[in-house]
């Protein structure tokens, strides 16, 4: 297991399993432990004073929520972007401007960030053209 420290948000777990599970700071359980594979992103909406609920984000919608620090949700999204295991069609992902099913992947994963507001229209819209080519 490999554990990634991402301050105030707490510890990234990454099991063998291909699983990740985030345990808060002064915690002991996981908030979450999901699949990495199946995480296209993360949200978060406000809460209590210091508090707000993170969702984490399936090419289906939620797949998990939690109670979290502010944050959180900007923090794990960088950590995503940087550790996100590479595979094989990750890899093969197209060029900008041509089509495939990296290319499709992409644009799933960017519509599931705007449909869960994580992305403004304008956002959304500045990606896919950047995508699109």
Known sequence: MTKHKLGLVGVLHVHPDGTIGLVEPGRFSFAFRVPL?????FTEARGSFTRATLS???????????STNYGAADRLNRWLGEHRPASPQASASPSPGSS???????????????????LTAAEYAEAKTRLLG
């Open 37 to 41: 594979d199946a995480v296209v992103g």
């Open 56 to 66: 984490v984000l399936g090419q289906g919608g939620v797949i998990a929520e939690c």
């Open 100 to 118: 495939g099913p990296g290319l499709v992947a992409d644009l799933e994963r960017l519509a599931a960030l705007h449909r869960s507001d994580a």
